[in-house]
């Protein structure tokens, strides 16, 4: 067998994202293989055998790469529609055009929405798509094809929608599965796709898309399918005050309790948004240790509401960022969230004691890990994980007079990336991505949103 290769950065400050927030104002970071080996203050140590690549760091920051836990790709084709909409009216305005979408299409949204992420030091990806036609081909697979093709780390949420407006919801009924099919394409696409293995680079997650959209049967057989595969479950909850208000007439009662009653708590479960959660909400979260993803941006765009970070994170409740899809997050990048999420939380009751620059690159590094069952694997820079890490650089025009550069990270204008690794591997050099071509992508993604608006304008 070859021996173990190894890539050695030093010379730059690391934020390892540990328990202890251990920081090294000048450090190195030891990759082997697919692992780092060691991290710490100073030069790297003398006498590595096999060391293929040495990069200097100097005037960089070395943080785990970002870990991305909620997106819808193919919303990449049809962004900047329904701009000035709550959550409600944009899904009625979009549903139609969704319903629509094929697999040249998902494939395309795709890669859009994994280039874009991955040129911002994303290294694990997630798309929760649960917009199915009849007859729009393998797009799970076309999916998982662009994941595999950019190099990142990827969770698909296979999504799906039973509940039309026929039924209460607010899917048009063209747009959605029955309970059965949606229930035999997921399993189907676990058993194609997930892999359970240290490492993994795709795993699949049950997702229903939200109390508005799926039955209650569809949420309760799903979460049984989920703990029957061992696989996580992954939904939108309490997003708005209208879902608040649609769970009480139909359901008598709030988001959570409903998720509760249908066996949608659990430390094998995150929920994207959770913005409008009371204090026993939160406490049902941190006692089941439910996850949550948080989408600042999105919350904004939709006058959603400011999720309650802060009183989660006392709480103990697991909680990771989310670009959300880009029809609600137009710039689909996850760095840019780090900011966001401090700043819109300082909007809050909290006010400047909400989140610091600590604990919002905690979020989308460690947080993100989390939330999607890989804090053993990824999302802090400790020997025997993944190499899963990004070399910001911090000495040009935007943040060379910047105090510290994790708050030069945080605060600061969206960092380039000089380097990025996933399991070792590098994925992004000078900010470019290496193993896809951005501008072909960028002219099939603007090809693919034309044949969408055609189609949709003809329906
Ligand atoms: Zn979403």
Redesign the pocket.
């Given at each position: 067998m070859a021996a173990t290769q190894r890539i050695v950065i030093e010379n730059c400050s690391v934020a390892t994202v540990d328990a202890d927030d251990t920081e090294y104002a000048s450090g190195y970071v030891v990759i082997a293989g697919d692992r780092i080996e060691a991290v710490g203050a100073g030069r790297a140590p003398e006498g590595l055998e096999n060391v293929v690549r040495r990069i200097d760091g100097t005037g960089h920051l070395v943080t785990p790469g970002l870990v991305n836990t909620?997106h819808?790709f193919y919303q990449w084709i049809t962004r900047g529609l329904a701009t000035d909409h709550n959550l409600f009216n944009w899904l009625v305005a979009l549903y139609p055009v969704w319903a629509r979408i094929d697999e040249r299409m998902t494939y395309a949204a795709a890669q859009g929405s994994l280039a874009m992420m991955a040129r911002g030091g994303v290294t694990t990806a997630m798309d929760?798509h649960y917009v199915f036609p009849k007859g729009s081909g393998d797009l799970s697979g076309s999916i998982i094809r662009a994941a595999r093709e950019t190099g990142v780390r990827f969770t698909l949420a296979r999504g799906s929608m039973d509940r039309s407006e026929k039924d209460g919801g607010l899917p048009p009924d063209f747009a959605v599965e029955t309970l059965e099919d949606a229930l035999a394409a997921t399993e189907a696409t676990v058993d194609e796709h997930h892999d359970a293995s240290f490492g993994a680079m795709t795993q699949v997650a049950v997702a229903p898309c939200s109390p508005f959209s799926v039955s209650t049967e569809l949420l309760r057989e799903g979460a049984e399918l989920a703990r029957r595969k061992d696989v996580r479950l992954h939904t939108?909850g309490s997003e708005t005050v209208e879902e608040e208000k649609f769970c009480h007439e139909l359901f008598g009662m709030g988001p959570t309790d409903y998720f509760e009653s249908t066996g949608w708590l659990g430390e094998d479960v995150w929920m994207?948004?959770c913005v409008h959660m009371n204090d026993s909400d939160i406490t049902a979260f941190a006692r089941t240790r439910t996850g949550v993803a948080h989408?600042p941006s999105?919350n904004a765009r939709l006058a959603a509401g400011i999720a309650r970070v802060p009183d989660m994170l006392a709480a103990g409740v697991p909680v990771g960022l989310?670009v959300?899809?880009t029809a609600?997050n137009e710039s689909g990048e996850l760095h840019t969230e780090l900011r966001n999420a401090l700043l819109v939380n300082r909007l809050g009751p909290h006010k400047e004691a909400a989140l610091n620059a600590r604990q919002a690159l905690r979020l989308g590094t460690h947080g993100g890990a989390q939330v999607l069952g890989r804090a053993a694997e990824l999302g802090s820079l400790e020997p025997g994980k993944l190499a899963d890490l990004v070399l910001w650089r911090m000495d040009t025009l935007a943040h060379a007079s910047i105090a510290d550069p994790v708050t030069a990270l945080v605060f600061g204008a969206a960092a380039p990336v000089t380097a990025s690794f996933v399991g070792g591997r590098q994925i992004v050099e000078n900010g470019r991505l290496l193993h896809v071509d951005e501008d072909a992508i960028a002219r099939s993604t603007r090809a693919e949103a034309r044949r969408l608006a055609e189609i949709a304008g003809q329906g």
């Open positions: 909620h819808h929760h939108h994207a948004h989408c999105s989310g959300d899809g609600s």
